[in-house]
Antibody, heavy 123, light 107 residues
Framework: EVQLVQSGPEVKRPGESLKISCKGSGYSFSDYWIVWVRQRPGKGLEWMGNIYPGDFDIKYSPSYQGQVSVSADRSISTAFLQWTSLKASDSGIYFC????????????????WGQGTPVTVSA | EIVMTQSPATLSVSPGERATLSCRASQSVTSDLAWYQQKPGQPPRLLIFGASTRATGVPARFSGSGSGTEFTLTISSLQSEDLAVYYCQQYNHWQITFGGGTKVEIK
């Protein structure tokens, strides 16, 4: 069974750094893109960026380029989303998800999701 | 960036009735359109891909149609467990984008 398990809730102060994680299991971690999606409180879904663990290719949304960093460690089948200096506006729930593949073709849509990591940034 | 616009924002439907949700793209995405269902406190769940193909395990009452810029998700006979927010997502362009969502309420 494919599973993505994310790290737990975080409460941080503005200006602090943060790194959250997403551990994949039940499949070959290197062979599927992982995406990070943000959901602000009571709002919709926003694509932040993707990483392909096989060769560490990364794509960022223009809205998040330079604001966050996406990375992965194949040895522990885990993807990461990192901030160096949080702002209150970074609060929200962050989901990771795995791309969907069928009949040897893969697409940038997502059929397995993590449970979400709530992040609260407040003074 | 391809902008995805969903309507209506909120839809109230009686159990057993049909629910019709719309999604419009700012430019053609051919059939590279997915629909997701998100229930309160849960991550999204893939319902439809390729505009009209149901994902594994999705009940037959969910159907998708459309191509180009206009898409529809239909729930043929609404059940109480279908209370959720539904999102469309285009994957035609590498900068994927989601619609703002339609909240389906049970009347």
């Amino acid at each position: 069974e494919v599973q993505l398990v994310q790290s737990g809730p975080e409460v941080k102060r503005p200006g602090e750094s943060l790194k959250i994680s997403c551990k994949g299991s039940g499949y070959s971690f290197s062979d599927y893109w992982i995406v990070w999606v943000r959901q602000r409180p009571g709002k919709g879904l926003e694509w932040m960026g993707n990483i392909y663990p096989g060769d560490f290719d990364i794509k960022y949304s223009p809205s998040y380029q330079g604001q966050v960093s996406v990375s992965a460690d194949r040895s522990i089948s885990t993807a990461f989303l990192q901030w160096t200096s949080l702002k209150a506006s970074d609060s929200g729930i962050y989901f990771c998800a795995r791309q969907f593949c069928r009949d040897y073709t893969c697409y940038f849509l997502f059929d397995s999701w993590g449970q979400g990591t709530p992040v609260t940034v407040s003074a | 960036e391809i902008v995805m616009t969903q309507s209506p924002a909120t839809l109230s439907v009686s159990p057993g009735e049909r629910a019709t949700l719309s999604c419009r793209a700012s430019q053609s995405v051919t059939s590279d359109l997915a629909w997701y269902q998100q229930k309160p406190g849960q991550p999204p769940r893939l319902l439809i891909f390729g505009a009209s193909t149901r994902a594994t395990g999705v009940p037959a009452r969910f159907s998708g149609s459309g191509s180009g810029t206009e898409f529809t998700l239909t729930i043929s006979s609404l059940q109480s467990e279908d209370l959720a927010v539904y999102y469309c997502q285009q994957y035609n362009h590498w900068q994927i984008t989601f619609g703002g969502g339609t909240k389906v309420e049970i009347k």
